[in-house]
């Protein structure tokens, strides 16, 4: 969905969408803390914010501004299908969330112990892999199952993915630090910044 003449912006603690064509902003969202990091994908703005240290992330309509739903967490390696928000959590668990209410449909935790596995879409299929071990998803119920990734694509070798739904996201927005929220990495357990890497060979 490509918007020629729109731009996202946030100055303090706004949120506006700018009309390059007209010089108009065609919203604005206020929020109660500072904006520290947005990024865009399709229909949905997602926003970082924080106050004392605290670090929040909400949910927003592209085409309103309406906020949707807030988290009081960062989400890591965010895919969107079909109307379900998957993302990877700190504790290296899969959670599931309804798009539209941000209501929890599931929480599992992946078993991965030393490292944060990577997520992946690949044939319609969301695999966690490490170079040890790779896990299939069920996207209706959360279960794992151990496998192996497609043909000719190993899982020890690996160690970036741009994936299906990575590939057709149009933009990937960044916070003040330089981190992209939006990133084929773990959970962020390892470097204290938003995204840690799966750097060693554990599970």
Same mark, same amino acid.
């Given at each position: 969905m490509k918007q020629q003449g729109m731009v996202i912006a946030s100055e303090k603690e706004e949120l506006f969408k700018y009309n390059t064509k007209d010089q108009k902003k065609e919203w604005s969202t206020k929020f109660e803390k &500072?904006? @520290?990091g947005i990024s865009r994908i399709e229909d $949905? /703005? !997602? /926003? #970082? %914010?924080t106050? *004392?240290?605290k670090i929040y992330t909400t949910l927003v309509d592209y085409h309103t501004g309406e906020k949707k *739903? #807030?988290?009081k967490k960062i989400l890591y390696n965010i895919h969107i299908l079909e109307g %379900?928000?998957? +993302?990877?959590d700190t504790s290296k668990?899969? @959670? &599931?969330? #309804?798009?539209?209410t941000g209501e929890e449909r599931f929480r599992v935790k992946t078993g991965f112990r030393w490292t944060s596995p990577k997520m992946t879409l690949l044939g319609g299929? /969301? +695999?966690? !892999? &490490?170079? =040890? =071990?790779t896990l299939l998803l069920n996207q209706k119920n959360g279960a794992l199952t151990e496998t192996q990734l497609p043909s000719k694509l190993n899982s020890k070798e690996i %160690? $970036?993915?741009i994936d299906e739904f990575q590939m057709n996201i149009n933009t990937l927005g960044s916070a003040d630090t330089g981190h992209y929220l939006m990133h084929d990495g773990g959970g962020g357990d390892a470097s204290g910044g938003d995204f840690g890497g799966d750097a060693g060979g554990g599970e």
């Open positions: &500072s904006i @520290v $949905f /703005v !997602f /926003v #970082s %914010t106050r *004392w240290g *739903w #807030s988290l %379900t928000l998957l +993302y990877l668990e899969i @959670v &599931s969330l #309804s798009i539209e299929n /969301v +695999y966690l !892999f &490490s170079p =040890k =071990k %160690t $970036f993915i």
